[in-house]
T-cell receptor, first 113, second 112 residues
Framework: EAQVTQNPRYLITVTGKKLTVTCSQNMNHEYMSWYRQDPGLGLRQIYY???????DKGDVPEGYKVSRKEKRNFPLILESPSPNQTSLYFC????????????FGDGTRLSIL | DAKTTQPPSMDCAEGRAANLPCNHSTISGNEYVYWYRQIHSQGPQYIIH???NNETNEMASLIITEDRKSSTLILPHATLRDTAVYYC?????????????FGTGTRLTIIP
């Protein structure tokens, strides 16, 4: 089944403790992206990647890192999480080129205490 | 990408057709209309997209007016599982960042 898989689905952790949210897709998509969703603010893009070893900042990249060593994986790294990074996170992927629909993972709910 | 306007909420009886409107009066000639939905904090789900012709797939139909300034998403036989927030997004061909910009959407509630 074609899908985007995120792990973990839920995480409660403390300020400053490094964490990684994994994202994997099995559709051979070139493009991958991370969004966060907060009440009243909608979905905001954090980082994106056009292909392997190519990443770029989205609208709210501060406090996050990403890597794209393999086409299927696009982990989101919080080196020193803070409470303002408490949010619902989504990974998405698509083919590149004109008018390709995006596929989203089921989300990761992070709580930083 | 052009701005869209959607009603904040709608109700529809189960089994009936749900018609969700979207205004995009500033749409330009090469911009497509996309519809996604989000069911209670799950990941957004792609539904359908179109340029100027009406489109239909297994989930829904998309009707775009001749002047392309508005469109309607039609769920032909709504079920309780169609209760979700529906987002209308207008975007042009983009060979760079494929970022989607979600507005506030329409919260559709299917009534038993």
């Amino acid at each position: 089944e074609a899908q985007v898989t995120q792990n973990p689905r839920y995480l409660i952790t403390v300020t400053g403790k490094k964490l990684t949210v994994t994202c994997s897709q099995n559709m051979n998509h070139e493009y991958m992206s991370w969004y966060r969703q907060d009440p009243g603010l909608g979905l905001r893009q954090i980082y994106y990647s056009m292909n392997v070893e190519v990443t770029d900042k989205g609208d709210v990249p501060e406090g996050y890192k990403v890597s794209r060593k393999e086409k299927r994986n696009f982990p989101l790294i919080l080196e020193s999480p803070s409470p303002n990074q408490t949010s619902l996170y989504f990974c998405a992927s698509s083919l590149t080129g004109e008018n390709q629909p995006q596929h989203f993972g089921d989300g990761t709910r992070l709580s930083i205490l | 990408d052009a701005k869209t306007t959607q009603p904040p909420s709608m109700d529809c009886a189960e089994g009936r057709a749900a018609n969700l409107p979207c205004n995009h009066s500033t749409i330009s000639g090469n911009e497509y209309v996309y519809w996604y939905r989000q069911i209670h904090s799950q990941g957004p789900q792609y539904i359908i997209h179109g340029l100027k012709n009406n489109e239909t797939n297994e989930m829904a139909s998309l009707i775009i007016t001749e002047d392309r300034k508005s469109s309607t998403l039609i769920l032909p036989h709504a079920t309780l599982r169609d209760t979700a927030v529906y987002y209308c997004i207008v975007r042009g061909p983009n060979f760079g960042n494929e970022k989607l910009t979600f507005g506030t959407g329409t919260r559709l509630t299917i009534i038993p």
